[in-house]
């Protein structure tokens, strides 16, 4: 082993097999080119081995708009390329389909389609500029209480941005507090905490229902022991943000708090198993 | 695995031809290979506090703690006081006490210039003849000027007399997330590579950039700019950039207490480098860019 293969900055890599890392935010480019997903897998790879991460959530378009022209023409000619990356790495990633919440007929359609008939353990709502609405709205209800039916995930992008939202469809915390409010027995999976996460995590603190992401933002120190101390540790479960954020950023937000052992685990992993249980049981996936 | 101490090896303990070549495993006269710590001067740390947020290593005893706990070797120090306070003299003196109660050789301080303020040229006087500092550090966008502005360039030519190196912080943090009540744009380098022409002994080090479009790409191209990679992202991204520009011009910083201290170190160690590119980034790039220092 030469300086530049030893471990930098992390634990030996037994420990960080002890946490059984599952990751719940990961982003390989889904679209037209298939090439450029399995790119993001071999760019990905070094990082996820020396994190020892066991499973992503990787966000799937389904063919509802929610991707550009060309990987939209591609979905409906190909429908098997939507779920060709769960196939081709049926060990390592579960599938997020991404919705659109601007088409809730053919929303619930896919959601029949692709979750209630397998494979898919969840739902992305993007920030998107296309096919994305503050998810406030009102054409969540339908969507959420489907996702709930089946027992799906359910995970809403947000930020707080000092300058404001770049499109009208962005979400905040703070909406995402008015969905939950509306449905306290759906669990819902606050994305980035908001980015700006000082105000993320007092928006949602008052809601039970709603757990925070960890990726989607600098390293910036004192969140996690901010998140444990206002929300506790069982609402909070992370994201590695791969390949466009770097492990760095994202597994030094857990490892370098300042919190226990316990609660690392549960932020690491097992937070996340435990949403992934329901949709897991209705399609025979056995527990991990 | 028997672990080589560092300060043994720099007290001579062992042959000078190890510690030439620290960055690579050592092998034992009884064959067995044995780890060898990394040299590593951080050159991008802040002390005291951040005006928004307490952080967890804003003391500056425990931010030497951490230090230590990763046997860095020297960290270039600047302080968060500089970003917003007048009295600079008074900063940089903190500052200079600072390093100097807690640091043992580890902490050096890096004084604040504001060219907007009155008789600044006196700051950079005492940086440099009476706190004998290596370099200074700038703070454009909060101090309200930009890189075209006379003053700046003035500032770049007196700095290069004195053969010291300029730390041009281009942002603090993301502007997404500042405070409403004090938002400033990053800090636009378009005029640096005419500038760095026209005042080619100046050695510019730019802090807590993400390092990506042309414009910067340009930059690195120029000789005398330096990057830190900080807020370098994606998991390739510190390779990425090492590759991409000239030799020499990449250096470890991790904008401690800011960010998390192991952040950088984990980016350069997913970053998958050879051992001459981990040595060049942690250590030699920044022994290099201050071995002209006339202190």
Redesign the interface.
Known sequence: MTAATQPFGLPAPDKLRKYKIWDSYFLPAHSADPQRFATDMKRSHSAIEKAAIERLCVFLHVGLGTADAATEANLRENPEVIVAPLKQWPEMLLGMMRLNPMDVRRSLDALNRWMRDGPMVGVYFASSKQASLPCNHRNFDPLVQKIDELGGVIMQHTWFKTSGKDSAGESTPSELAELAQRFPEIKFLCAHAGGEWEKGIRAIRAHPNILAETSGFDATAGFIDMAVRELGADRVVFGSHLPSRSLGTELSKVLSADISATDRKKIFGENLRRLLGPIHAKQGIPKR | MPTLDRRELLHGAVAASVVAN????VVAEDGS?R??Q?RVIDTNVSLFRWPF?????DETGELVAKLRS?SIEQAWAGSFEGLLHRDIAGVNSRLVEACRAHGDDLLFPFGSVNPVLPDWEEDLRRCHEEHRMLGVRLHPNYHGYTLDDPRFERLMRLAAERRLTVQLAAAM????????LL?VADVDLTPLPEMLKRVPEARVVVLNHKVTGAEVMQLLNTPGAYFDMS????????ARVMRTVPKGRVVFGTH???????????????S????D???SILYENAKRLVSRASV
């Open positions: 620290l960055s690579t495993a290979a780890s060898v990394r947020r307490r952080l967890p290593l990763h943090e993301d502007t997404r997330t500042q405070h409403p938002q807020r370098v992202n994606a998991t390739d991204g510190v401690a207490p800011f960010l998390i201290y192991e952040s950088a170190m984990i980016k350069v160690y997913e998958n480098l050879t051992d590119e981990d040595s």
